[in-house]
């Protein structure tokens, strides 16, 4: 039997268009949309509806899609704190809908191997839909082939590292290979474009030389090597003729490399993170250890990087931003690196504060209202086929909605957060925007700040190859 939603008098708002308008949602799906003080909208009513929600004074959003997590992911020595339970429940608090997760190879193993124990660790856990991108740690003919084979089933974009030698990274060769591949099977190649080899000398000559404070972390991955490494996988991206896209950029040179391979024309993207948008070098500088709580690669720069961040979004030098959620606990995970900061498990949790802070962004007019959804729910869902059955709202697309109210203030806290994590990276700031309610596939998940969703409703959901080019 269907099921018949109406969500009525909210703003509608997607990347392209503001308008008051009522929703109707049928078995999950958006079935259509009307201006508010319609006959079509009027007919939903008589015809009947099994529930009707109330949006009036209220934002109606296309669910967020993060396209950069970590759940449970082994680093460092440690796993990151967020199952795919609490992690995808935080997510939907935070009015998030759709996470991409990065499934990982381990060493001497197969890509089917790795996306197998991800499918394990999610499958019937998540509350919200996810779907999976592949980290690539050993580039042979085997793993070549199976990008491929995971193209084909829906894994359509790759993780490579020029960063982390001896654990994820790949040298030159492999990276080009990689893409030489990709540019074959239609897949997308993601970099993390840190000059690991470089990174690696200056953090051993910090820590011989007694600079083991988390600070030193920041100085050593040093933003020409983030620019370097930015400009280097550009060139092998343009010698394989494949598309690019660069993932948690934090340096303005970067962006620099980014802004000047796309005014040539080239395929090239970039994601920014809030962490790099918000907070800074400074907090890596907090006393008594509390900077390992920001230590993330790359890592965060000092504030002067972040107005070429902003800007590169609003002239879409920069596409998404995600969050790059990895949280470890800071007693009993970051506190493994007390008198060497190279032992802190590098990561950031986010998942839930993206949609907010970003907002906070448009209050503030750093960012305008349709560009917030174009950054945070359509261009990740286009850039990793997803779109338009996510990140937008329009009739066939998935029924992921979120009720905002745009006036609500609140203060982002550990103590009222719903990560699995014991700190919160923003702490004690006020921001005007609440997410209300959420619905996944038509389904509530957050209903009036109540949480009322399941582990298991979260399907996995393969994707088609990116749009990038759409
Ligand atoms: O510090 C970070 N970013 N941790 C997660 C792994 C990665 O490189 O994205
Ligand atoms: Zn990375
Ligand atoms: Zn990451």
Redesign the pocket.
Known sequence: MSTRTVIRGGLVVTATDETYADVLVEDGRIAALAASDSSAARSWHDIGADHVIDATGRYVLPGGVDCHT?ME?P?GGTFASDTFETGTRAAAWGGTTTVVDFAVQSAGRSLRAGLDAWHAKADGKCAIDYAFHMIVSDVDEHSLKEMDVLVEEGVTSFKLFMAYPGVFYSDDGRILRAMQRAAGNGGLIMT?AENGIAIDVLVQQALAAGRTDPRHHGEARHALLEAEATHRAIQLARVAGAPLYV??VSAQEAVAELAAARDRGLPVFGETCPQYLFLSADNLAEPDFEGAKYV??TPLRPREHQAALWRALRTNDLQVVST?H?PFCFTGQKDLGRGDFSRIP??LPGVENRMDLLHQAVVEGRLGRRRWIEIACAAPARMFGLYPRKGTLAPGSDADVVIYDPHAEQVLSARTHHMNVDYNAYEGRRVTGRVQTVLSRGVPVVLDRAYVGRAGHGQYTPRGLSGHLA
């Open positions: 970590h992911m680093f993390h993932v948690h993330c690669s790059d990895c590098n990561g």
